[in-house]
């Protein structure tokens, strides 16, 4: 996947001043995979730790800007990554409002609740991922960060979420565990996709919608499962979605993936999400049972009607909100 274009304001600066758009701290070799901007946008950003089913958030508006970056061949930890960018917050003026790590934050519940471009270009460790939100006071108004740092076996992940009237970004001003830094006035590298970051493999032949899908935007639905009226019980059938992924699942034993249920809105959310994490599990056990996938391989979750894909005001889009999707972990 290749980064947009780069505009000539992403060359790199000698000093990044608190005035200053261009934010340093990304550690040495640091690649940009993917960027989007919008001119205006309105995000939620999480604030707090998920709490039970709960989880606060800020309504924040203003230019956005997005990025993924992998830094390869790292033994850095997670803590390791995200230290310096902190520091590079905090030399351009931003203050801490929330950090916390993969369980302290709410684990699976409170990654899915965050925004982030999708694999292959950001890879989140549900075991091991870290989330740090600050802002700054500018003249123009206020700017927010969000940094969601995670890790596979052999590279590091960092996202990156600006938003404000400054347009805040990364740069690959490099800084050094030690604390020590070095500039360079040359254009941020850019992704080389011939070079050790391949793509994730695609099934053969003429292929897979589902899989195709989940490869390039991280998450597909499950298209035709059936479940037992008012239950989370599979019914008897042979669902082709199951046997397309298992098939790629089989032939590439490093996937690992989340079943993430979903409902309409009727009904409370607890009942909701319990029967939408019931729904999931019953997916994986059937992956496992029929298919041969093995369940250290899957993890099951649900969100209830906390993320639609339609309208629940009629039954057409509560039909399709009733759903399991398939979320890719990760390679490992």
Not at 47 to 73: C, D, F, Y
Not at 85 to 97: A, D, I, N
Not at 201 to 229: C, D, H, I, K, Y
């Amino acid at each position: 996947m290749k980064p947009r274009a780069l505009a000539p304001c992403f060359l790199l600066c000698l000093a990044c001043s608190a005035a200053s758009a261009q934010l340093s701290g990304l550690p040495a070799g640091a690649r940009l995979e993917e960027e989007q901007n919008a001119a205006l946008e309105d995000l939620r950003l999480p604030v707090a730790p998920l709490a039970g089913n709960a989880l606060e958030t800020k309504s924040v508006q203003g230019a956005v800007t997005r990025q993924a970056w992998q830094v390869p061949g790292t033994d850095l930890s997670t803590f390791q990554i995200l230290s310096p960018l902190k520091e590079g917050l905090s030399e351009g003026g931003f203050e801490p409002l929330l950090e916390c790590k993969d369980r302290d934050c709410g684990g699976f519940g409170f990654r899915y609740a965050m925004d982030l471009l999708p694999e292959p270009a950001m890879h989140v460790d549900l075991g091991d991922f870290r989330y740090f939100l600050a802002k700054r006071e500018t003249e123009q108004g206020l700017d927010y960060v969000a940094l969601v740092v995670s890790r596979s076996s052999d590279r590091g992940f960092i996202h990156f979420t600006g938003v404000g009237q400054a347009e805040p970004r990364l740069t690959t001003r490099s800084r050094d565990i030690d604390g020590s830094s070095e500039d360079s006035l040359r254009p941020m590298p850019r992704a080389d996709t011939s070079s050790d970051t391949p793509a994730l493999p695609l099934p053969s032949g003429n292929g897979s919608t589902l899989v195709g899908t989940l490869v390039q935007t991280g998450r597909a639905v499950l298209e035709g499962l059936n479940f037992e009226t008012g239950s989370s019980r599979l019914t008897e059938d042979d669902f082709e979605s199951l046997q397309q992924l298992a098939d790629w699942m089989n032939q590439n034993p490093e996937i690992r993936i989340v079943l993430v249920g979903h409902t309409d809105t009727e009904g409370a959310l607890a009942s909701n999400i319990e029967l939408s994490r019931a729904r999931a599990k019953a997916v994986r056990d059937r992956l496992a049972q029929q298919y041969g996938i093995s369940g250290t391989r899957m993890d099951a979750e649900g969100v209830g009607y906390l993320s639609p894909i339609s309208s629940n005001a009629g039954e057409s889009g509560r039909t399709q909100n009733r759903r399991v999707e398939v979320v890719l972990s990760g390679p490992q």
